[in-house]
């Protein structure tokens, strides 16, 4: 009896010991949890503007992912066609380099016959003070002229022709005309060639 009891009077005192270390235990795990709550409490508004703040950061991720996608599809839109009017740019460059060598080819061109032309200017210049007319057109004789004129006529009738414009343009055409007149009024009329002729046709008359 006396160990049953002295061994139930041990276990009884440990027991007590533990439900006292538990009891302990509880209170401080209780002072944590009212601390934690209370932590909590205090922790609870800056969680939520945390959250909000989370939310507002990832909306503006979004927000700058998409103006980032579309900003990237208008500068590369942008790109293609800068890309674009650089080759038309080309393209126009290259024409009016084309033309420029086609201009600058036609001005010399134009210049190998501006330099014939005035070679042959000179030369006909040169040739007109050598000729018979520009002498006689110094002396003012505008009948000897004229009859030089008629005469080419008979010959090279291209050539008096563009002596005689010339002469027309230098001289009008109201003075060639009443030139003409003059000459043909002037111009005798010999009556003796006539009455050979009729002479001479009658001599053939006789002999058929």
Same mark, same amino acid.
Do not use: W
């Given at each position: ?15 007590? &010991? ?28 800056? %969680? &939520? ?53 086609? $201009?600058?080819?036609? %001005? ?41 004129? %008629? ?5 090279? $009738? ?51």
């Amino acid at each position: 009896m006396d160990v049953t009891y002295a061994l139930s009077i041990r276990l009884n005192s440990q027991h007590d &010991e533990e439900v006292a270390h538990l009891k302990a235990t509880l209170v401080s795990v209780e002072k944590e949890r009212d601390n934690a709550l209370s932590k909590k409490d205090e922790l609870a508004p800056l %969680c &939520e503007r945390q959250s909000s703040d989370r939310e507002r950061l990832l909306a503006d991720a979004r927000e700058a992912s998409e103006l980032y996608k579309s900003e990237g599809e208008r500068l590369k839109q942008q790109i293609r066609d800068l890309q674009t009017q650089v080759r038309d740019l080309q393209f126009d460059l290259n024409e009016s380099r084309d033309d420029v060598r086609e $201009f600058t080819h036609k %001005c010399g061109d134009m210049e190998v016959r501006i330099a014939d032309l005035q070679r042959a200017l000179v030369k006909s210049i040169e040739g007109f003070k050598k000729s018979e007319e520009y002498r006689i057109l110094l002396k003012g004789d505008t009948a000897t002229l004229l009859m030089s004129f %008629c005469q080419k006529v008979a010959t090279d $009738f291209s050539g008096i022709y563009s002596h005689f414009t010339a002469f027309v343009t230098a001289f009008g055409e109201d003075y060639v005309v009443s030139l003409f007149d003059e000459l043909h009024e002037e111009e005798p009329v010999d009556s003796d060639d006539d009455s050979e002729i009729s002479s001479s046709e009658d001599e053939a008359g006789d002999e058929s």
